[in-house]
C-alpha cells in the first residue's frame, strides 16, 4: 500500500494510463472520458500552479464547491505539494464558509462559481488571511473588480493550469520530488462537520486514516479494473471522498452526475455504471420514482408489480434463511433455518424468475443494464427500502461510519450481505458495546458503540480539549451511537445516545426507528418524533403535499390555502390514522412508543435549514424554528 495519497494516484497511473479515471460532461451535456495519463497530468499542472502561488508544505487550502472532476484533480494537486484542503459544498451558508476559511487559516480557496465567490466577498472582512480565490466557472468583470477593491486575486481555474504547465517545463521533477516527501501521517485534509448539533468542528485526516481502509473495501465491493462509478454525494464528505479514492485504487472510473431524478436516471442510461454509493434519501427517493410509474399505468400493471414485489421480498427472506444471511443476534441454529427456508425457497424461485422477466429487469435496464450494487451510507437506511431493492434482485450494501473515523468502521460484504445490519467491521477496526457503567455487553444487547481503528482521526483542529473528551487514551472513540453486534462480528445501529428521548415516567425512547417506521406512509415525506421531559410522544410531521390536496378535492374539504387546509381536522385525523397504523404494539412497538398527537408542516424540510447536507434531521434547529408549534402538542 503506497504511503499517501498521491503516490497511490501516481501508481495507477503509471500502470494502467489509458483505462478512463474521469467522466465529465461537456457543454452539450455528453460524457467524455478522461484516461489516467491525462488526470494524472492536470493534477501536476495544478500543484505546479499553487506552487507557483507561493502554496508551501502543511499549508491550508479551501474548496468551497460541489462535485465536479475539477474538484478531484485540485484535491490530489493540493496533497501533492504537502498541503491539506479544507472542503465545503456550495450549499453551505455565508457565515459556515466565513468560519471555515478564518478558522482553520486559509489564504488561498477554490470556489466553484460566481455566486460562492460572492458570499465569500460579503464577509472577506471577517477572513484577513485570505488573499487568492481561484473559480472552476469564469466569474463576470463586475465581480474581479469587486475582489480586487476587496484586496483579493482573483484566479480562472485555467489559469492555474497554464500557470502550472509553464514551472513544470522550467522545473521537470519538481511536482514528482513533492510527492515523494509525503507520509502516512500527514495532513489530508480538514472536514468540517455539518453541525447538526451546534458549532461545526474541524475533524484532522491523515493519509493514512483515508488509505487504511481502502483494500479492506475490496472485500465489499468486488470492483474490477475499467468499471464506472457514478457520483451523486457532495464530495466534500468522507463517505463520497472515500470513494474518489477507492475507484483509482482499483482502477476504475468516476462519472460526475447529481442527486436530482430526471439528471440521475439520464446518466444511469448514459454511463451504465456497475457502482453508486448514496444516502438513504437517493435510494428512497428512486424507488419512490418507480412507484409513481407504477402507479400512472393501469390497474393490471399496478397489481402485477405489487404481487411480484410481494414473491421478491419472500423469496429473498427464504432465500436469506437457506444460506444463514440472516443476522444472528442471540444464537440463531444455521443448520435448522436451511431446512425451514430451502423448500420455500426453491417454490418461489419460479415465481422470482418469471418477475425478473415481466418486471424486475426492466428496471435493472433504466439504471444501465450493468449496475452491480449499491452502497447505502450516512444514515440509516429505512428497512421498507432495504426490502424494495432486496425484492427486485438490486444488491444493496449498508455502510456505517462517522466523519471521525475517516469515515467507514463496516459494510455488509458482497457475497454475505446480512439485511438489518450494517456489516462487518473493516479489517484493521473494531467495535465494542458498552452500557453506561463501560462493561462490555454481549451480541444482541444495546448499548453504546466504540471503535478503534487506524481510521480513526487525528483529532479536531486547534480544539485538543473535544479530542479528548472523544477520544481515549487507548485509542477508542465514542460514536455517540447506540447499538449491537451479531455473532457474526457484525453491527447493528438502533438510535443515537444524544436523541434519546426521556418521558416523564423515566422510559428512555430512541426516535429514530419511530421516525423510519412513520415515513413508510407515503402520507409523510418528512418527520420528527419530539416529547422530551413529557407525559407523551408527538411528532412534527410534513405530509404528502399531492395527496393531501387530493383528498381534500375528492372528500369536498374546503381549501383557502395549503396552510389553512393542514388545520383542517379531517386531513390531520388521515395522516393520524396513517402514523397509527404504523406505530402501535402489533408492528413492534411498545405502548410508551406510540404518537398521541401530529402537528402538520406546510413547509418541507431543507438541507442547511432543517437537514444536515447528509440529510439528517437537524434536531436542535427543527426544535428552535418550531418550537411555538411543539409547546401546542403538549399543552394541557
Given at each position: 500500500?503506497?504511503?499517501?495519497?498521491?503516490?497511490?494516484?501516481?501508481a495507477?497511473?503509471?500502470?494502467?494510463?489509458d483505462?478512463?479515471?474521469?467522466y465529465?460532461?461537456?457543454d452539450?451535456?455528453?460524457?467524455?472520458?478522461?484516461?489516467?495519463?491525462a488526470?494524472?497530468?492536470?493534477?501536476?499542472?495544478?500543484?505546479?500552479?499553487?506552487?507557483?502561488l507561493?502554496?508551501?508544505r502543511q499549508?491550508?487550502?479551501?474548496?468551497?464547491?460541489?462535485?465536479?472532476?475539477?474538484?478531484?484533480?485540485?484535491?490530489?494537486?493540493?496533497?501533492?505539494?504537502?498541503?491539506?484542503?479544507v472542503?465545503?459544498?456550495?450549499?453551505?451558508?455565508?457565515?459556515?464558509?466565513?468560519?471555515?476559511?478564518?478558522?482553520?487559516?486559509?489564504?488561498?480557496?477554490?470556489?466553484e462559481?460566481?455566486?460562492?465567490?460572492?458570499?465569500?466577498?460579503?464577509?472577506?472582512?471577517?477572513?484577513?488571511?485570505?488573499?487568492?480565490?481561484i473559480?472552476?466557472?469564469?466569474?463576470?468583470?463586475?465581480?474581479?473588480?469587486?475582489?480586487?477593491?476587496?484586496g483579493?486575486?482573483l484566479?480562472?481555474?485555467?489559469?492555474?493550469?497554464?500557470?502550472?504547465?509553464?514551472?513544470?517545463?522550467?522545473?521537470?521533477?519538481?511536482?514528482?520530488?513533492?510527492?515523494?516527501?509525503?507520509?502516512?501521517?500527514?495532513?489530508?485534509?480538514i472536514?468540517?462537520?455539518?453541525?447538526?448539533?451546534?458549532e461545526?468542528?474541524?475533524?484532522?485526516?491523515?493519509?493514512?486514516?483515508?488509505?487504511?481502509?481502502?483494500?479492506p473495501?475490496?472485500?465489499?465491493?468486488?470492483?474490477?479494473?475499467?468499471?464506472?462509478?457514478?457520483?451523486v454525494?457532495?464530495?466534500?464528505?468522507?463517505?463520497?471522498?472515500?470513494?474518489?479514492?477507492v475507484?483509482?485504487?482499483?482502477?476504475?472510473?468516476?462519472?460526475?452526475?447529481?442527486?436530482?431524478?430526471?439528471?440521475?436516471?439520464?446518466?444511469?442510461?448514459?454511463?451504465?455504471?456497475?457502482?453508486?454509493?448514496?444516502?438513504?434519501?437517493?435510494?428512497?427517493?428512486?424507488?419512490?420514482?418507480?412507484?409513481?410509474?407504477?402507479?400512472?399505468?393501469?390497474?393490471?400493471?399496478?397489481?402485477?408489480?405489487?404481487?411480484?414485489?410481494?414473491?421478491g421480498s419472500a423469496?429473498?427472506?427464504?432465500?436469506?434463511?437457506?444460506?444463514?444471511?440472516?443476522?444472528?443476534?442471540?444464537?440463531?441454529?444455521?443448520?435448522?433455518?436451511?431446512?425451514?427456508?430451502?423448500?420455500?425457497?426453491?417454490?418461489?424461485s419460479?415465481?422470482?424468475?418469471?418477475?425478473?422477466?415481466?418486471?424486475?429487469n426492466?428496471?435493472?435496464?433504466?439504471?444501465?443494464?450493468?449496475?452491480?450494487?449499491?452502497?447505502?451510507?450516512?444514515?440509516a437506511?429505512p428497512?421498507?427500502?432495504?426490502?424494495f431493492?432486496?425484492?427486485?434482485?438490486?444488491q444493496?450494501?449498508?455502510?456505517?461510519?462517522?466523519t471521525?473515523?475517516s469515515?467507514?468502521?463496516?459494510?455488509?460484504?458482497?457475497?454475505?450481505?446480512?439485511?438489518?445490519?450494517?456489516?462487518?467491521?473493516?479489517?484493521?477496526?473494531?467495535?465494542?458495546?458498552?452500557?453506561?457503567?463501560?462493561?462490555?455487553?454481549?451480541?444482541?444487547?444495546?448499548?453504546?458503540?466504540?471503535?478503534?481503528g487506524?481510521?480513526?482521526?487525528?483529532?479536531?483542529?486547534?480544539?485538543?480539549?473535544?479530542t479528548?473528551?472523544?477520544?481515549?487514551?487507548?485509542?477508542?472513540?465514542?460514536?455517540?451511537?447506540?447499538g449491537?453486534?451479531?455473532?457474526?462480528?457484525?453491527?447493528?445501529?438502533t438510535?443515537?445516545?444524544?436523541?434519546?428521548?426521556?418521558?416523564?415516567?423515566?422510559?428512555?425512547?430512541?426516535?429514530?426507528?419511530?421516525?423510519?417506521?412513520?415515513?413508510?406512509?407515503?402520507?409523510?415525506?418528512?418527520?420528527?418524533?419530539?416529547?422530551?421531559d413529557?407525559?407523551?410522544?408527538?411528532?412534527?410531521?410534513?405530509p404528502?403535499k399531492?395527496?393531501v390536496?387530493?383528498?381534500?378535492?375528492?372528500?369536498?374539504?374546503?381549501?383557502?390555502?395549503?396552510?389553512?387546509?393542514?388545520?383542517?381536522?379531517?386531513i390531520?385525523?388521515v395522516?393520524?390514522?396513517?402514523i397509527?397504523?404504523?406505530?402501535?404494539?402489533?408492528?413492534?412497538?411498545?405502548?410508551?412508543?406510540r404518537?398521541?398527537?401530529?402537528?402538520?408542516?406546510?413547509?418541507?424540510?431543507?438541507?442547511?435549514?432543517?437537514?444536515?447536507?447528509?440529510?439528517?434531521?437537524?434536531?436542535?434547529?427543527?426544535?428552535?424554528?418550531?418550537k411555538?408549534?411543539?409547546?401546542?402538542?403538549?399543552?394541557d
Amino acid at each position: 500500500m503506497e504511503q499517501t495519497i498521491p503516490l497511490m494516484v501516481r501508481a495507477r497511473a503509471e500502470q494502467t494510463p489509458d483505462l478512463i479515471a474521469q467522466y465529465s460532461k461537456d457543454d452539450s451535456g455528453v460524457f467524455r472520458g478522461k484516461t489516467f495519463r491525462a488526470f494524472h497530468d492536470e493534477i501536476k499542472n495544478i500543484a505546479a500552479g499553487l506552487l507557483e502561488l507561493g502554496v508551501k508544505r502543511q499549508d491550508h487550502i479551501g474548496i468551497i464547491s460541489d462535485n465536479r472532476q475539477e474538484w478531484f484533480v485540485t484535491d490530489i494537486g493540493i496533497l501533492s505539494i504537502g498541503a491539506a484542503d479544507v472542503p465545503r459544498g456550495c450549499d453551505a451558508t455565508i457565515n459556515e464558509i466565513t468560519y471555515i476559511l478564518s478558522f482553520s487559516e486559509c489564504a488561498v480557496s477554490f470556489a466553484e462559481n460566481e455566486k460562492q465567490v460572492e458570499k465569500i466577498l460579503s464577509k472577506i472582512d471577517e477572513m484577513p488571511l485570505l488573499k487568492i480565490l481561484i473559480t472552476f466557472d469564469k466569474v463576470s468583470d463586475e465581480t474581479l473588480a469587486q475582489a480586487k477593491n476587496a484586496g483579493i486575486t482573483l484566479y480562472h481555474y485555467p489559469e492555474i493550469i497554464e500557470m502550472g504547465k509553464k514551472r513544470r517545463s522550467a522545473n521537470p521533477g519538481e511536482i514528482d520530488a513533492e510527492i515523494d516527501k509525503g507520509q502516512w501521517d500527514d495532513l489530508a485534509t480538514i472536514i468540517f462537520t455539518s453541525g447538526t448539533t451546534g458549532e461545526p468542528k474541524g475533524v484532522m485526516i491523515s493519509h493514512g486514516n483515508m488509505l487504511c481502509q481502502v483494500p479492506p473495501l475490496g472485500l465489499v465491493l468486488p470492483v474490477q479494473p475499467g468499471d464506472t462509478w457514478l457520483s451523486v454525494l457532495p464530495v466534500w464528505h468522507t463517505f463520497e471522498r472515500t470513494i474518489e479514492y477507492v475507484a483509482p485504487y482499483f482502477n476504475s472510473g468516476i462519472a460526475y452526475s447529481k442527486p436530482v431524478a430526471s439528471i440521475l436516471l439520464g446518466d444511469f442510461q448514459a454511463v451504465k455504471p456497475q457502482w453508486m454509493v448514496a444516502v438513504p434519501r437517493i435510494w428512497e427517493a428512486i424507488m419512490d420514482g418507480v412507484y409513481r410509474s407504477i402507479k400512472q399505468s393501469g390497474i393490471t400493471t399496478r397489481k402485477i408489480f405489487s404481487f411480484f414485489i410481494e414473491i421478491g421480498s419472500a423469496h429473498k427472506y427464504f432465500k436469506n434463511l437457506t444460506f444463514g444471511l440472516l443476522p444472528n443476534f442471540h444464537g440463531r441454529i444455521r443448520p435448522l433455518d436451511t431446512l425451514l427456508g430451502f423448500i420455500p425457497w426453491l417454490l418461489l424461485s419460479p415465481l422470482k424468475g418469471l418477475g425478473n422477466i415481466l418486471v424486475f429487469n426492466k428496471i435493472k435496464q433504466k439504471i444501465g443494464g450493468r449496475f452491480r450494487a449499491g452502497i447505502s451510507g450516512g444514515g440509516a437506511l429505512p428497512p421498507k427500502v432495504d426490502r424494495f431493492y432486496n425484492a427486485i434482485g438490486l444488491q444493496l450494501q449498508e455502510g456505517y461510519g462517522l466523519t471521525e473515523t475517516s469515515p467507514v468502521l463496516s459494510a455488509r460484504r458482497y457475497k454475505k450481505p446480512r439485511p438489518g445490519t450494517v456489516g462487518q467491521m473493516l479489517e484493521g477496526a473494531e467495535a465494542k458495546i458498552v452500557d453506561e457503567h463501560g462493561t462490555v455487553l454481549p451480541p444482541g444487547k444495546q448499548g453504546i458503540v466504540y471503535a478503534r481503528g487506524r481510521q480513526v482521526m487525528k483529532g479536531y483542529y486547534k480544539k485538543p480539549e473535544l479530542t479528548a473528551a472523544i477520544i481515549s487514551p487507548d485509542g477508542w472513540i465514542n460514536t455517540g451511537d447506540l447499538g449491537m453486534m451479531t455473532h457474526d462480528n457484525e453491527l447493528k445501529i438502533t438510535g443515537r445516545v444524544k436523541d434519546t428521548i426521556v418521558l416523564r415516567g423515566g422510559e428512555n425512547v430512541e426516535p429514530t426507528p419511530i421516525e423510519q417506521k412513520i415515513r413508510e406512509s407515503e402520507w409523510v415525506i418528512h418527520a420528527m418524533v419530539v416529547g422530551q421531559d413529557e407525559k407523551f410522544l408527538a411528532v412534527l410531521a410534513v405530509p404528502n403535499k399531492d395527496l393531501v390536496t387530493a383528498f381534500a378535492e375528492e372528500n369536498n374539504i374546503p381549501n383557502m390555502g395549503y396552510e389553512l387546509l393542514l388545520q383542517q381536522p379531517e386531513i390531520v385525523e388521515v395522516v393520524y390514522n396513517e402514523i397509527s397504523d404504523l406505530i402501535n404494539p402489533h408492528t413492534g412497538f411498545k405502548p410508551f412508543e406510540r404518537i398521541f398527537k401530529v402537528k402538520l408542516i406546510a413547509k418541507p424540510f431543507e438541507p442547511g435549514i432543517e437537514l444536515s447536507p447528509k440529510m439528517e434531521l437537524k434536531r436542535h434547529a427543527i426544535t428552535e424554528i418550531y418550537k411555538n408549534e411543539i409547546k401546542e402538542l403538549f399543552k394541557d
